[in-house]
């Protein structure tokens, strides 16, 4: 290809390909030009190693390349829960759909569906007085007393049932409180649920 080109930049650079200096890129040109860079990545990152590449050095490339791209998740997936952690501090209350995926004796762990994002459920948590029962690993009942004209309410929950869960920002960076509301007090057709304003002490 010629370079025969009015931008000083693209002459530049096709220049220094053009290793015969006949004013034309062809094959000759393109592998010395690759030679040139094996040899470049050699002195500077195999250090000065002749030859093909062990298996070993291979294996460490690659390593390397893995833990780039499970560091640029976890900086993708912490950039998210940072976001919504900032949302909840400004909107108290955060109704979501969640699934039970664990019961601990005092817990009840969650995933929040739309988020990806677990939260643990502690029993002391929950709203004043509501009774908290539970056998590990498979099931809890949780009973919420009696309250203004509404009568006593019992729900029992097992692995991967459907839930409704309040979110709220905790006091620590990332931290996510959650809370299990009282059955018929919001309505879940209208799902997500956003209430209330943030306070300074939150």
């Known amino acids: 290809a010629n370079f025969d080109s009015r931008n000083p930049g693209i002459q530049g650079g096709l220049h220094v390909i053009d290793q015969n200096r006949d004013g034309f890129v062809d094959a000759t040109d393109l592998k010395d030009m690759w ?3 094996k040899q470049w990545y050699q002195r500077r990152v195999r250090g000065e190693k002749e030859g ?7 294996s460490d490339i690659a ?9 640029a998740k976890l ?14 501090r400004e909107q108290v209350d955060m109704y979501e759909p969640a699934t039970v995926i664990d019961i601990g004796a005092q817990s009840i762990d969650v995933l929040i569906l739309r988020y990806g994002i677990q939260i643990r459920l502690w029993r002391d948590y929950m709203d004043d007085n509501v009774e908290f029962q539970a056998k590990e690993k498979e099931w809890a009942h949780i009973t919420w007393p009696s309250k203004d004209q509404s009568p006593s309410i019992s729900k029992r929950f097992n692995l991967l049932d459907d839930v409704v869960v309040c979110m709220r920002a905790g006091k620590q ?3 996510i409180n959650g809370t299990i509301p009282r059955p018929k007090s919001f309505d879940e057709q209208t799902l997500p649920v956003v209430t209330g304003s943030a306070h300074e002490d939150v």
């Open 63 to 71: 390593e390397v390349s893995s833990q780039k791209k499970y560091a």
């Open 173 to 175: 960076l990332f931290k």
């Open 35 to 37: 030679a040139s860079l």
């Open 75 to 88: 900086a993708s997936d912490k950039s998210g829960e940072l976001f919504l952690w900032l949302f909840l």
């Open 52 to 58: 093909p590449m062990a298996f070993e050095e291979v």
